[in-house]
């Protein structure tokens, strides 16, 4: 089967650094996103790795380790706007339309 | 502003009235979405239109009727729907080939209410 799992809950105080795991299970890979949703908002997208290593993108950074069925988003220099909720997907390995989503993990920055 | 425009924001509905959900994207993607989100639940996909075919039926119930008339609009006509099927409703769009799922572009959801 096919499976993701995040932290259910974080929390880091503004300025720091933070990091989110993510673990899955699938039969097959192509490649795993990171995605922001805030409250009362729509997902937004963060980030898309298919090879393994870092990605950094400004403060947000995204780690895979395909051998390993693992990933994290890194997050440096914390501010408050980026307590929000991070869900982490793969493709369906048998259908690439469809996203396999984690719960997600829902981050509190506190000042 | 994601370029998905979703309405109504809010809706509140008893089980057997028809109501329809709208989605419009101006991105001018080929592939259109609709998710469900559920509190302590994942994303769960319902139904995928690729250039205006549906390609997906997440096993929905028939009381979720899709249509997409044009690449930039999606609806979803709710009819006899149960309590349970309260939850926010997520449009979202991509730019896809038929064998890869590219970037989501979501909109902001409608969130229903089942009374």
């Known amino acids: 089967g096919q499976n993701i799992d995040q932290p259910t809950e974080m929390t880091a105080t503004e300025g720091a650094i933070v990091q989110i795991n993510c673990t899955y299970q699938?039969?097959?890979?192509?490649?795993l996103f990171w995605y922001q949703q805030h409250a009362g908002e729509a997902p937004t997208f963060l980030s898309y790795?298919?090879l393994d290593g870092l990605e950094e993108k400004g403060r947000f950074s995204s780690f895979l380790s395909r051998s390993k069925g693992y990933s994290y988003l890194l997050l440096k220099e914390l501010q408050m706007k980026d307590s929000a909720s991070y869900l982490c997907a793969v493709p369906n390995a048998g259908n690439n339309r469809k996203l396999i989503w984690g719960l997600g993990t829902s981050l509190a920055v506190n000042p | 502003e994601t370029g998905v425009t979703q309405t109504p924001r809010h809706l509140v509905m008893g089980m057997t009235n028809k109501k329809s959900l709208k989605c419009e994207q101006h991105?001018?993607?080929?592939?259109m979405y609709w998710y469900k989100q559920s509190a302590k639940k994942p994303l769960e996909l319902m139904f995928v239109y690729s250039l205006e075919e549906r390609v997906e039926n997440n096993s929905v119930p028939s009381r979720f009727s899709p249509e997409c008339p044009n690449s930039s609009h999606l609806f979803l006509h709710l009819h006899t729907l149960q309590p349970e099927d309260s939850a926010l409703y997520l449009c979202?769009?991509?730019?896809?080939?038929?064998?890869?799922?590219?970037?989501?572009?979501f909109g902001e959801g409608s969130r229903l209410t089942v009374l």
């Open positions: 790795n298919v």
């Open positions: 991105l001018g993607h080929n592939a």
């Open positions: 979202a769009s991509s730019q896809g080939g038929t064998g890869g799922h590219g970037e989501l572009f």
């Open positions: 699938t039969s097959g890979f192509n490649g």
